[in-house]
């Protein structure tokens, strides 16, 4: 279980997506939103982890067709993030603890909670992970053992993302070059995408 769970938290940190989505509601919203979103991601993963978990043998063996249709819903929605990205402008100055963005939590929540639950890596990487560990069947009481790694894992990494990029020196600073960091997270996204489309 150790184990797991530092593989876990490796995996969680290679800059993807859900470190883009985390940076931007931190950074843009405020440090409560970026937490949401840190939520969120959290709970997209325990979508994936309770229907993946009970089913993991079955899904190794016929995830063809299911894992097509997130591929595309998942680079989809990677592109249209991206294309927002791609569109920002100079925003100056922030004021300490605005919200020039309008970012509110509920909104910060549904942008994690789509992010994983439209990602494909998310159930490429639960696969392969818990593949090394898996033998037969899991028991309840594994399913849950794993699947609260798994959703730990992420609600502590991404709340550490959350909470270091709204401290409130660093936010300002990132601020006014805000419109270069979402534009690169606007080429970093659609990378992603081609990535998702191409490897599937």
């Avoid at 294309?83 to 100055?93: E, I, N, S, T, Y």
């Avoid at 894992?153 to 990132?174: D, Y």
């Amino acid at each position: 279980m150790i184990s797991l769970f530092f593989i876990s938290l490796l995996g969680s940190m290679v800059p993807g997506a859900s470190f883009v989505m985390t940076l931007r509601s931190s950074l843009f919203g405020s440090r409560f939103c970026g937490l949401m979103t840190a939520l969120g991601l959290s709970l997209g993963m325990a979508l994936h982890a309770a229907y993946l978990l009970p089913s993991l043998y079955w899904f190794e063996h016929n995830n063809s067709h299911l894992l097509s249709i997130i591929t595309w819903l998942g680079a989809g929605y990677l592109f249209f993030i991206a294309v927002q990205c791609l569109q920002a402008k100079p925003k100056g100055q922030l004021s300490i603890g605005s919200n020039q963005e309008k970012i509110t939590p509920l909104r910060a929540l549904l942008i994690g909670f789509l992010t994983d639950v439209l990602n494909p890596k998310i159930i490429i990487f639960i696969l392969a992970l818990l593949s090394q560990y898996i033998e037969g069947e899991l028991t309840l009481h594994q399913q849950l053992s794993y699947g609260a790694v798994l959703v730990g894992v992420q609600l502590l990494w991404f709340s550490g993302v959350a909470i270091f990029f709204s401290i409130p020196s660093l936010r300002n600073k990132l601020y006014s070059a805000s419109h270069w960091i979402e534009r690169c997270s606007g080429v970093l996204l659609i990378l992603l995408a081609i990535k998702i489309i191409w490897i599937r």
